[in-house]
């Protein structure tokens, strides 16, 4: 039979290895964004046609929201289990291009908690169950 720390030991190693293969996924995906960004660079340095204009220009949709109306809009398209305050945080920097201060947002869950618009588990937010939804 094996001892706790055998467990560990092995559950340990086990953990390693696959931190170091996701490690390897990020390198490589490091790599492909630094080829973005110098395509991205190198269009900014080209006369573009109307078309890649219209497309380089296209307004951020969720540019110009709260973090309210983020944080709802969020939880009701992409976390509907709900999520951690910094998982959302994350969330608008990687798919929305919106960096928002964990200091300024954490005081917003609150008051929308304090609203009646959000529930809390533990530290996990998630979208009060039967309120009228926003976007109804």
Known sequence: MASV???LDSHERDLLQRLDQLRA???EV???LGEVRGAKAGLSKQSSSAAD???VN???PYAR???KQLALTALKEHFPEGALASELIDFFKTEW???IDRATFSPQLSRLLQDGD???EGKVWKLKKNKPSVFD
């Open 25 to 27: 996924q990020v390198r």
């Open 5 to 7: 720390r055998q467990i």
């Open 53 to 55: 204009l219209a497309f």
């Open 30 to 32: 490091e790599a492909e």
């Open 58 to 60: 296209k307004e951020n």
């Open 118 to 120: 959000l529930e809390k």
């Open 65 to 67: 929201m709260t973090n």
């Open 97 to 99: 291009d919106r960096v």
